[in-house]
């Protein structure tokens, strides 16, 4: 896989590069012993390899059987897997399947399927800690639908974190959705739930570790779809 910096995190990086280099810079210089600009610059390079690491947008191609295949929006592990009442656009009991993403993840969120945008929202809120239940109805979070070509209703819920500020959501109605393609960013948070018609058969349990668009986490029941 081939892997690139996400533009989202572009301007990020390059303001914290010049960051850097204006302290770093004048400790070399100025201050001593030279343990401590050695010390300061080795931490600011860790902390910069860390945020570049979480702006890495790899370039995935999913190898399995497309058909009716559900596959991971987020790299991360999987910490809810449950039969729940979804209320916002759904209105019936569906799959939860959510993977919490960690600082050292990759952030970008893929479509979890193929077919087309039919709904988005943005939902301000809280910013609890995104591993917690009531995160997915309390915190900030955007909602994106997706019809698939056999009629059948996929949600997808990025959801924001006690770190996390702001999510950033590509998906508009009536977009071709693509398990390629980027659905969306989520800066420095952290969790994204994807719900499921009941019959869905899937393949991952708690504490699972997915790859966005790569694990295969499920796939549909072909006989779901509406009339």
Known sequence: MRVKIHHEGTNIL??????????????????????IPVVSTALFAVFYLLVANFFRSPRRHFEGDIKDAVVASADGKVVALEEVYEGEFLHCRCLQLSVFMSIFNVHAN???????????????????AAYLPKSSTENERSTV????????????RQIAGAVARRIVTYAEPGVEASIEDHMGFIKFGSRVDIYLPLGTEIFVKIGDETTGGITLVGRLHPDRGQS
Do not use: C, S
């Open 110 to 128: 893929w479509f979890p399927v193929d077919g087309e945008v039919i709904y988005t929202k943005h939902h301000p809120g809280r910013f609890m």
């Open 145 to 156: 639908v997706i019809r698939t070509p056999d009629g059948q209703d996929v949600l997808v």
């Open 14 to 35: 390059l303001i914290l590069l010049a960051a850097v280099i204006a302290i770093n810079v004048p400790l070399w210089i100025w201050v001593r012993p030279i343990a």
